[in-house]
């Protein structure tokens, strides 16, 4: 049996992380931090296992976004180093293109965050 597919991308995969591909298309993305997660040994999409995983959770969202080196740093310098100062914080998030690829080859695309200019969400 075969039927019409007209949903969203993010959709057509099952994973609690957020890609690039979900919010592809759409530009800035307005979200505000729920809370910073840790988690450890988590299987990851494709099978490998992290030991120690840390993760935005958004309010009102069910995808997590893996928290990368870049994204860590971005957040650092706008909120501070304390993550406790990042709940409740407004941000966008955007893809990205020409990010370096974490498994080697061709750039890929990325999920970035930058600041939400008060009066402008």
């Known amino acids: ?9 993010s959709d057509m995969k099952s994973s609690e ?11 800035d993305v307005s979200v ?3 809370k ?4 450890t040994d988590v ?24 928290l990368n080196a870049t994204n860590r740093k971005t957040l650092a310098k706008m909120f501070s180093a304390s993550v406790k100062k990042w709940k409740g914080q407004k941000v966008k998030l955007y893809v990205e293109d020409g990010v370096r690829n974490p ?16 009066g402008l969400e």
């Open 1 to 9: 049996m075969e039927e019409e597919y007209t949903g969203s991308v």
């Open 103 to 118: 498994k080697g080859g061709s750039p890929v695309q990325g999920l970035r965050i930058k600041f939400v200019t008060k």
């Open 43 to 66: 299987k990851m999409d494709g099978g490998r296992t992290e030991k120690e995983i840390f993760s935005l959770k958004f309010k009102g969202k069910d995808k997590k976004m893996v």
């Open 32 to 34: 505000e931090i729920e």
């Open 17 to 27: 992380w957020l890609a690039s591909t979900d919010i592809a298309g759409l530009g």
């Open 36 to 39: 910073v997660v840790k988690s």
